[in-house]
């Protein structure tokens, strides 16, 4: 009769464990799942004092005679009896309710969701993708005055967090740009990441009459003319500057995406 109640035990341990990790996945209530998670857990705390207590009873006896090699390594010999389940079928059993219990609380690594590495390397920008404002629409050369500023996201992702950018509009006699980067501000329009490089607060703030970007968090400053370079604060590098173009109907689109990563440094970030 134990025999039977230990390995019930471990199936009914084993069952809920996979109803744990279908609940987990299915979103389930969190009472359903502490509730099958106790379930799995006295089903093998159970099956094992159950069979701990077997392990006293019985007799082994062993009378003198002739050496013989057993056919059986795990028999105890001729004339002995023992009580409680098979150690195959006990082992077999705890192992496989304790792997279905293993699987179930792997299972919250599903919520981690995908690496952030790859969502700071990556914006929605690509080459050809119009810029548009907070309502969707698309902007074009002459939407802004020197010394205008927006914010702005690639079209069909507006409200995009980790893509969303300042355009500005500066002198274009007074820019100072990086090599490479002499057409990437058509008619003085230039975008920078809104993210800043320092803690990944929304950069908001234009300062028009010294031309320089500053973040409200903790007061870092960008200088707009000369790459968005940091000249005060804590901020380590300059925000990431987007590629954009104008098109043959004045409409303000991107060239491709940051060539850096945006935001704050990560781990095994190479810029």
Not at 5 to 15: G, K, N, V, Y
Not at 130 to 150: K, Q, T
Not at 214 to 240: E, I, M, W, Y
Request: proline residues 9%.
């Amino acid at each position: 009769m134990r025999d039977r109640a230990i390995i019930i035990s471990l199936l009914a341990s084993a069952a809920a464990s996979v109803g744990l990790a279908i609940a987990f996945l299915a979103e389930g209530g969190l009472a359903a799942q502490g509730i099958l998670l106790a379930i799995a857990l006295a089903g093998i705390g159970t099956a094992l004092v159950m069979w701990a207590h077997t392990l006293g009873e019985g007799e082994v006896a062993e009378p003198r005679g002739e050496l013989a090699t057993p056919t059986d390594p795990e028999s105890p010999g001729p004339g002995a009896t023992l009580s409680g389940p098979s150690r195959r079928s006990f082992v077999g059993s705890l192992l496989g309710a304790i792997g279905a219990l293993a699987v179930a609380l792997l299972s919250p690594i599903k919520s981690l969701g995908r690496s952030p590495e790859s969502a700071l390397r990556h914006t929605k920008w690509a080459a050809g993708i119009p810029l548009v404002d907070a309502d969707g629409h698309r902007i074009f050369l002459g939407a802004l005055e020197i010394g205008g500023v927006a914010t702005v996201f690639p079209e069909g992702y507006t409200g995009d967090a980790v893509s969303q950018a300042l355009l500005l509009r500066v002198d274009p006699k007074r820019l100072q740009p990086l090599p490479g980067r002499e057409d990437w501000s058509p008619d003085g329009y230039i975008v920078f990441s809104k993210v800043c490089t320092h803690a990944g607060c929304p950069v908001g703030l234009f300062e028009n009459t010294r031309d320089q970007l500053l973040c409200p968090c903790h007061q870092s400053t960008f200088n707009v003319l000369a790459g968005a370079k940091p000249v005060f604060g804590p901020a380590p590098r300059p925000l990431p500057q987007l590629p954009i173009t104008a098109t043959t109907d004045g409409a303000l689109v991107a060239l491709g995406d940051f060539p850096e990563p945006i935001g704050p440094g990560f781990w095994n970030r190479d810029t």
